[in-house]
């Protein structure tokens, strides 16, 4: 049996509704912004019960277009973890500011109990990433913002979708960022991202400064920069998001099948603990192995396509250690980069191919 990582050829089946989409928009001309870019902001900002949603390029420039809109300064410090994507990182950096790292915890968040520590006279932002599609826990995260006055930017990047006590993520901090990247949930046929926030000034803003500060076509009320999302991918994105819900349905139940299953193996496998409040948009499924590179191969080799996001920590990354980050920092996110494995669990996963996963690794720690 084969069990594969990625489902693009299975979810774009059906090609002929977003051709009939693409076949309409085409002869209208409307090739930068526009009304099908706004329908598609106008039914996000629906979604995630947020008052603005601007659209952009790729989840990166969402990342950069919040770091300008918070006016991050050359040399502002930016509290993040060590555990990320590169590009929460290098965001920071592109938009002239200082990433901080703290250490991660248990469920692969940043861990709270560790960012006051880190804040010093030039702090200017808390960065959240909400990793795998799981809620970091904003409560308490932006309640140390507001004692410090500092910006609170989610990268949430990775989990459209995730909710805290009935609210998603992104929605808590001053600004929420996300990637429509081909892997996350909301997906289009190549890059695209959006930023969303319920500062009517901070949106203001970023509508002129992602379009050349563009007021008319002959006026320019600011410096701004090219960052929009292109019509097409609006509109496939907006086809997509009518699918999100039952997608999210179908991995919360792959996930807590695999849960499940794997639970009984105790002294080999570490589950992230699962709060009663959350809901997580699993943009992957992770969980803690022992002899995990071995665990891989032999997953591998049965055809289940297992990851690892990711061997090496963003701390011990080239330009990390240039900042003189070393190892032994930040103990748990190394100790993730050796045992963390990424098991397929996304909604074209079965229910036969979740057992045969579940069936292939009690069978590999059987013969430990
Ligand atoms: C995917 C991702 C990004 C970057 O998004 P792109 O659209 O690929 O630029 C940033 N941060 C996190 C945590 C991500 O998972």
């Not at 489902?7 to 001309?29: A, C, H, I, M």
């Not at 277009?65 to 410090?77: H, N, P, S």
């Not at 240039?322 to 930040?330: Q, V």
């Amino acid at each position: 049996m084969k069990v594969e990582y990625n489902y693009l050829s299975q979810q774009f089946e059906n090609l002929e509704p977003y051709f009939e989409d693409l076949r309409k928009w085409v002869p209208t001309g409307e090739y930068t912004l526009g009304p099908y870019v706004e329908a598609f902001e106008k039914k996000a900002a629906d979604y995630l019960g947020a008052s603005h949603v601007i659209s952009t390029n790729t989840g990166t420039d969402a990342l950069i277009l919040a770091f300008k809109a918070i006016d991050l300064k050359a040399g502002d410090e930016v509290i993040t973890v060590a555990n990320t994507f590169y590009a929460t990182a290098g965001a920071i950096v592109a938009a002239g500011g200082k990433p901080v790292f703290v250490d991660c915890d248990n469920r692969y968040l940043i861990d709270v109990s560790q960012i006051e520590s880190k804040i010093t006279k030039k702090t200017k932002a808390i960065v959240p990433v909400h990793w795998t599609g799981a809620p970091a826990d904003m409560k308490e995260i932006v309640s140390i913002a507001r004692k410090y006055s500092l910006k609170v930017v989610e990268d949430a990047c990775p989990s459209l979708g995730a909710q805290m006590d009935g609210k998603y993520c992104g929605t808590f901090g001053d600004i929420g960022c996300f990637s429509f990247h081909p892997l996350k949930q909301l997906n289009v046929w190549g890059d695209g991202g959006m930023v969303v926030t319920d500062n009517s000034e901070i949106a203001d803003f970023l509508r002129l400064y992602r379009n050349h500060g563009l007021v008319d076509r002959d006026h320019i009320a600011m410096w701004g920069v090219n960052k929009r999302l292109q019509p097409f991918q609006a509109i496939i994105a907006s086809r997509v998001l009518d699918t999100m819900e039952e997608a999210l349905r179908l991995r919360v139940r792959n996930a807590a099948r695999l849960d499940e299953g794997l639970k009984d193996l105790k002294s080999f496998v570490t589950l992230p603990p699962r709060p009663k409040n959350t809901r997580e948009a699993f943009q992957v499924y992770m969980i803690r192995c022992q002899d995990r590179d071995r665990l891989l191969a032999h997953l591998i080799q049965e055809g289940i396509e297992a990851k690892v996001h990711y061997p090496i920590p963003l701390h011990l990354q080239k330009p990390a250690r240039e900042m003189g980050y070393k190892e032994g920092d930040f103990p748990m996110a190394e100790r993730q980069a050796r045992e963390l494995i990424t098991l397929p669990a996304h909604q074209y996963v079965t229910l036969e191919q979740i057992h045969y996963t579940i069936e292939k690794i009690k069978e590999y720690y059987s013969h430990l």
